[in-house]
Nanobody
Framework: VQLQASGGGLVQGGGSLTLSCAAS????????MGWFRQAPGKERDFVAA????????YYTNSVKGRFTISRDNAKNTVYLQMNSLKPEDTAVYYCAADLSYENMWNANWIGSWGQGTQVTVSS
């Protein structure tokens, strides 16, 4: 599956952004989906994941209550709604797809990656 992420940008602290990830090549509904982020000089870290049906999600602790992952299988698209953004959320955000929902938290096990989209949060 090919993934195309979009929606990044520059936003002030406390603001909101919505990232989108459009899939092509295969039906997205077969895949669990997720978002990772990578700040300069750091490893790619897990942010959020959603099951193929959309009825189960999980998040890294630092974004719980602020970020929401969702999907629209009819549009082959997954979203990351980011609210109350903080400067420490600044990173390149990557969408990811894998057949295993349980493995979505580990970047080493991800089957497909999209290109990144830059999110910059100013203080």
């Amino acid at each position: 599956v090919q993934l195309q992420a979009s929606g990044g940008g520059l936003v002030q602290g406390g603001g909101s952004l919505t990232l989108s990830c459009a899939a092509s090549g295969r039906t997205l509904s077969r895949y669990a989906m997720g978002w990772f982020r990578q700040a300069p000089g750091k490893e790619r870290d897990f942010v959020a994941a959603i099951s193929w049906s959309g009825d189960s999600t999980y998040y890294t602790n630092s974004v719980k209550g602020r970020f929401t992952i969702s999907r629209d299988n009819a549009k082959n698209t997954v979203y990351l709604q980011m609210n109350s953004l903080k400067p420490e959320d600044t990173a390149v955000y990557y969408c990811a797809a894998d057949l295993s929902y349980e493995n979505m938290w580990n970047a080493n096990w991800i089957g497909s990656w999209g290109q990144g989209t830059q999110v910059t949060v100013s203080s």
